[in-house]
């Protein structure tokens, strides 16, 4: 999605000499890839559009990934970006040509390219991961991982199980219960579960999102209440307060028996992990043929799952809703000033500049690069600014007259070192998830407000970069 915009930003003020890079077949990014029963978007679709093209045409609140696709289908359809497109075109490596200032990027069975600027927008939950089980790979029925679906793996009648509570896992249960005999869930963690405010947009609804005040006050609406949770991730807090209160409430309504109730209770602060918003998780889990497995894995064999507790659980098929590699999601070998590597540059866990900018990396810019995720908010609300930055700093090279810019060192130095020192005291900082690398580090998060974001990418200054 960040690439789209990219695109459109460009065309929009005049820029028509660049091309977007795709490895896959189709545009949507996470939206293309996540293909798994169930999948949809947890903030409201009036905040999963660009602002600058509102969609009329949203069927639900909570849009499901094919609705998702479509709109970006017409983005580029309407901005006329296909000229500008190559799909199934997968960049290899990148390095920074300090002679030249120009990025010399590899490309899969095609000739490289040459480009002033290189905007990377290949999304932090973009590489699957899987989990370290051993007996794994023995499995002898269908092994799929969420974000590598295979729609033709047959589900009817046969013995599934999904490992994961996270946030896929939730949305996937719901239908695989609906089809499987039998549905085993291997939970390690339980997680925090909030009611989704869910509803069908009805022919009242997608006309009325036709007029651009109603469109903008939904926008707005959905903007400032998604911003006020923020406050729900500060100890002592009335949203915080609420918030409990919501999810007690939830998961009573959701499972009678108080048994279960017990093993869905989290063990850590709320929010300190994705919060999960789903209606039917919970009543899913209660049915008979869906049975909640806690007991640690073991491992696996040709026929199944054994768990601690000893017992084997005879399975079909086995779907791994494990998440992403965060981590190390910049697979590609990108290389700066001096030969540097991206990737020894973050032996401990990615950083940038407010996700936009790393230090001996010029005229390179991230989209939802380190520390822009959220846990409240729509991440597009994060895309925007950072696209308007490149684009403005694109700008400022050409009008100086000079090749490149680069973000100095102790810029990144100072912001990174602020900005972890307020995740340590957050809430973020008391459990393990994919916000955090292997060193500890939050990776991921951007711990404030979103109005701060957009401030503080309003107010980046030329000082901090040096131009050459
Ligand atoms: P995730 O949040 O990282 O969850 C992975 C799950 O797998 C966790 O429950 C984890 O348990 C479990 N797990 C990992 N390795 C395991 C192992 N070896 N044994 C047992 N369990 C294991 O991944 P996700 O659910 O795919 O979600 C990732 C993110 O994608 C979300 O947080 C969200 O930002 C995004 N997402 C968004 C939407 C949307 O609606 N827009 C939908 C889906 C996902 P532990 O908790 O114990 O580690």
Request: with cysteine.
């Amino acid at each position: 999605m960040s690439g789209v915009c990219t695109a459109i930003e460009l065309k929009r003020a005049g820029r028509h000499n660049f091309v977007v890079l795709e490895k896959s077949a189709g545009l949507g990014g996470t939206w293309w890839s996540n293909r798994y029963p169930g999948a949809h978007v947890d903030v409201p679709a009036p905040l999963y559009c660009f602002s600058f093209e509102p969609n009329p045409r949203w069927q639900r609140r909570f849009a499901a990934a094919a609705e998702i696709q479509a709109y970006m289908a017409h983005c580029a359809d309407k901005y006329a970006l296909h000229p500008h497109l190559r799909l199934g075109c997968a960049i290899t490596a990148a390095r920074f040509d300090e002679n030249s200032g120009l990025w010399h990027i590899e490309v899969a069975g095609g000739p490289a390219l040459r480009a002033r600027f290189f905007v990377c927008s290949t999304g932090p939950l973009s590489v699957a991961r899987w989990p370290a089980i051993p007996g794994l790979e023995s499995f002898a029925g269908t092994r799929l991982h969420s974000a590598h679906w295979n729609a033709d793996v047959a589900l009817k009648g046969r013995r599934v199980a999904v490992i994961g509570s996270g946030s896929t896992a939730a949305q996937l249960v719901p239908p695989l219960a609906q089809q499987a005999a039998h549905l085993h869930v291997f939970q390690r963690t339980a997680n925090w579960v909030l009611p989704r405010m869910d509803r069908r947009y009805g022919r009242a609804d997608q006309l009325l999102a036709q007029l651009p005040p109603y469109a903008r006050a939904v926008r707005a609406f959905w903007t400032q209440l998604l911003e006020l949770g923020r406050r729900g991730f500060d100890e002592g807090t009335r949203m915080r307060k609420h918030m409990l209160r919501m999810a007690q409430a939830h998961l009573r309504r959701g499972v009678a028996d108080e048994g279960l109730r017990q093993r869905l209770r989290p063990p850590y602060a709320l929010g300190c992990k994705r919060i999960i918003y789903s209606n039917d998780y919970y009543p899913t889990l209660a049915q008979p043929q869906v049975e909640l497995v806690t007991s640690a894995i073991s491992h696996v064999t040709p026929q199944g799952i054994v768990t601690a507790d000893g017992r084997e659980h005879a399975l079909d098929v086995l779907v791994c809703a494990t998440g992403f590699d965060v981590q190390h999601a910049l697979a590609v070998p990108i290389t700066g000033r001096g030969g540097a590597l991206l990737a020894d540059a973050w032996a401990q866990g990615p950083q940038a500049h407010l996700g936009l900018s790393v230090a001996g990396f010029p005229n390179l810019f991230l989209m939802l690069g380190p520390n822009t995720a959220t846990g409240h908010t729509s991440t597009l609300l994060f895309i925007e600014p950072g696209v308007r930055w490149a684009l403005r700093a694109m700008s400022e090279v050409q009008r100086r007259g000079q090749r490149w810019l680069d973000l100095k060192p102790e810029v990144m130095q100072a912001f990174n070192d602020a900005l972890q020192a307020r995740l340590k005291t957050s809430v973020w900082a008391g459990c393990r998830s994919w916000y955090r690398a292997d060193s500890g580090r939050n990776i991921a998060i951007w711990p404030g407000f979103t109005r701060e974001y957009v401030r503080a990418v309003q107010a980046e200054r030329f000082d901090d970069f040096t131009f050459a």
